[in-house]
């Protein structure tokens, strides 16, 4: 691994277990066991480590909403599948949403980029959602503003479940992930068809419960 990969590998593992606003690129050098000046030569400030690692979140969430847009019969397994899998990536990045305030008004850069998705994420989950009514996973009578608040849903819950788990239940990172996966699946549950709604409970709610 080179040394700009050790860096963010570093960075990211301190701002997860001490905090975003306590950790600095002196505290990332000392843990790497390299000079300041060496990670300056690589990163001038911690906001140019988060710019990079804001990034990499990104692309992550990209490959995941281009696989599941590319599934050609979605079913509730796809969804749920992309949501425990958004939620492992949320968590292995759970300082940005620890802080994500904070970081919004530091870096002018991560919050154009973070409005920009929110649109983009807007416009995929909407077409992802036609594809379950095509396919009778969804109610074919679903109102338009039932649709058009669903994502706003969305991003809301998995904006802000690594904060609601850390204040309130403090779930270990394997129950978290799963409890608050079924949370967001939830969203869906009135949307289902009759039958849909049957699979679910004893596909999620039973086995999951179990």
């Known amino acids: 691994m080179k040394t700009r990969e ?5 960075a990211i593992q301190l701002f997860n277990e001490k905090g975003y606003n306590t950790i600095t690129t002196r505290h990332i050098a000392a843990e790497l066991n390299i000079s300041p000046g060496n990670l ?14 804001f990034s990499e979140l990104l692309l992550a969430m990209d490959e995941m909403m281009n696989t599941l847009q590319q599934t050609d019969h979605k079913t509730l397994q796809n969804l749920f ?8 990536i949320f968590y292995s990045y759970r300082f940005i949403f620890l802080n994500f305030v904070d970081i919004l ?17 807007k416009t995929e989950f909407e077409s992802i959602f ?32 690594v904060t609601h788990n850390s204040l309130t239940l403090n779930l270990p990172k394997e129950e978290a992930i799963t409890h608050y996966s079924l949370i967001q699946m939830n969203l869906f549950y009135p949307l289902l068809n009759p039958e849909q709604q049957k699979l679910y409970r004893l596909n999620f709610i039973q086995k999951l419960k179990k």
């Open 6 to 10: 050790k860096i963010i590998s570093t």
């Open 40 to 53: 300056h030569y690589h990163f001038k400030h911690s906001e140019d480590i988060i710019k990079v690692v």
């Open 81 to 88: 599948d992309f949501t425990y899998r958004t939620y492992e």
């Open 105 to 121: 008004r530091k870096i002018p850069e991560i919050k154009t980029q973070y409005e920009q998705i929110n649109l983009h994420r």
């Open 130 to 161: 036609l594809d379950f009514q095509k396919n009778r996973i969804f109610r074919e009578d679903i109102p338009d503003f039932i649709i058009n608040n669903l994502s706003t849903q969305i991003f809301i819950i998995a904006d802000n479940w």
